[in-house]
């Protein structure tokens, strides 16, 4: 079947673009779009058309997939040239996002209209590239320079009513879409036709706006091409006559097309899309998820709540008394009361998810709750103490999950009477923000029981990646290797700052000891100590030696660095030198590329030992984790993409 049909409505042709799963420009859909032009050009009947798309969405871009491989005719800027100059007015409706390519094919439309809640925009530097068929030179020409620059540089949709108020479409419809385009359409052909975008006046603003806003991309961007690329491309559309402009924006869109930035966004961009349905869960349906119960209301437990609140499941509570339930509670609120503040949420709807919170001391509140997740203290005896409890009191198929982040689910599982509903779901700190969720399954959990914990990340808006057990299971794995390699550096003789400037330099946001002190030393000390106690051989670190010298980090005054009080910036420790001495030989000089290079090196080598053992499923399953759990940079692609391709 064609991916674009042709139909008539009196003198309105209606063109249907019809390309599952989201209308993606491959080569047929350009074609199609190039070849419909010209047959109503030559159709003396038709004096406007209306272009369309079935499915969830308006065309959502050029098709991702194609962009490892040469271009093929006809080009994107050719098909939107040509949909501007046809003789007959062209008018996007759109549905869903019009994003990217899909974007620029409604700039070449004379006309856009939108169904109300409908977004549109030009995301791709989220790819490593700039929009390369006009995005960056008619939209200064439709809406001005100064939301271009914020469109194509942020990479930000916008909903319907702000694409117009801000000129990028002309009319916000509600009701049904192709009758509403088609009316608009007729209507618009009683009056002159406003000037095809490429023509219109555009209106350079002074040289400090561009100055400032190099500024400002540059250090949103740390590090990344492709905005700062973007806002030339703008600045170019608004200096320079609309060929010259689009020959600039195309040549700059190849360029980046190849590099290893846009690489590592494309492997991103499929790995995410990948990773919520794995085909390993096969034909295993989830269990319903109607309502949730959270064991716990300390930061974790809080988070977890509201997490799930944010998907709209009600949710019971548990703490061990009243007084800590209290606490619990608080927690919440402080959470959802800073979701007002940061204008994220309303006041009444934060009311609204406070009162989906049941609060209770007693696990018979649970009786008929769907999924259980336990965030007590990681303890095992504790944990264990509470699946008993819960096994008492909840449905037999109750789904029942721990977020511990080092114990082996299978001893806490110990003992259950329905061991295949039983998970380990492992959230990251903030879990209502951050977007990473390790699912732990045992030997014994059932495969509807993960299918769950996948469908609970869905629902949750977060990225699932499965994990096998072992002693911190993927992520926290390899960043106990990734730490050790960042102390191996420092007994070396590499400066503390230096090691953390380097990884900075990389692209994270932290290093890897400032973030240790925001975070605090004592946590992996005393899992280290616990070790110990259990007979194991655990080396001592240099974060052992400074907790014990009473440098616990921040909230001590102290860690790897000093601290003024009140003063979050970190400052080179006499103490520290003195406390570390003795574990510290001279070295070579290493800069900050070796480090970095040093560093992901070994998380990738980790990570290889983790595929090995079936710990982790894939390659890229590990670059979501080290990209949603700890900071790694997008658009490096996650150390093993890195790794591999660096060769
Ligand atoms: C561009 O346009 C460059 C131009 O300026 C210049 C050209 C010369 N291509 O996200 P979902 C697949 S750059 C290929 O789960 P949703 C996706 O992999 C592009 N495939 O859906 C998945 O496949 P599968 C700029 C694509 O409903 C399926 O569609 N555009 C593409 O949650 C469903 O995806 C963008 O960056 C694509 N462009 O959200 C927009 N997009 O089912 C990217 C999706 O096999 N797309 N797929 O796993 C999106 O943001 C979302 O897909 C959208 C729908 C919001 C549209």
Known sequence: MSVVSIERE???AVVTVDNPPVNALGQALRQGLWDAVATLDADPDVRAVVLI?????????????????????????????RIEGAVKPWVAAIHGSALGGGFEVALGCRFRVALDGASVGLPEVGLGIVPGASGTVRTPRVAGAAAAVDLVTTGKPVKAAKAQAMGLVDAVLSGDLREGAIAFARAALEAPLPLPASERPVTDPAAAFWAEQQAAVAKRAKGEAAPLSALACVQKAVQAPFAEALAFERATFLDLRGSDQAAALRHVFFAERAAPRPAHLGEAKPLPLRNAGVIGGGTMGAGIAAALRDAGLPVVLIERDAEALARGLANLQTIFDGGVKRGKLTPEQAAARMAGVTGATDYAALADTDLVIEAVFEEIGVKRAVFADLARHCRADAVLATNTSYLDPRAIAEGLANPGRFIGLHFFSPANVMKLLEIVPTPETAPE?????????????????????????????????YRAAAEALVRQGVAIAEVDAAMRGFGFAMGPFEAQDLGGLDIAFLQREGARAAGQDVPETLGDLLVRAGRKGQKTGGGWYDYAPGDRKPQASARVAEV??????????????????RLVGEMAAEGEAILAEGIALSPSDIDLVEIHGYGFPRWRGGPMHYTARKG
């Open 10 to 12: 009196g003198e309105i």
């Open 53 to 81: 798309c079935a499915g969830r969405t308006f065309i959502a871009g050029a098709d991702v997939r194609e962009f490892g491989k040469p271009p093929v005719e006809p080009h994107l800027p050719d098909v939107v040239n």
């Open 449 to 481: 029981t993960l299918a769950t914990g996948f469908a609970l990340a869905r629902a949750l808006g977060k990225i699932p990646v499965q994990a096998g057990i072992c002693e911190g299971f993927i992520g926290n794995r390899i960043l106990k290797r």
């Open 580 to 597: 570390l001495a003795a574990a510290i030989t001279a070295g070579p000089a290493l800069d900050h590329a070796a480090i970095a290079e």
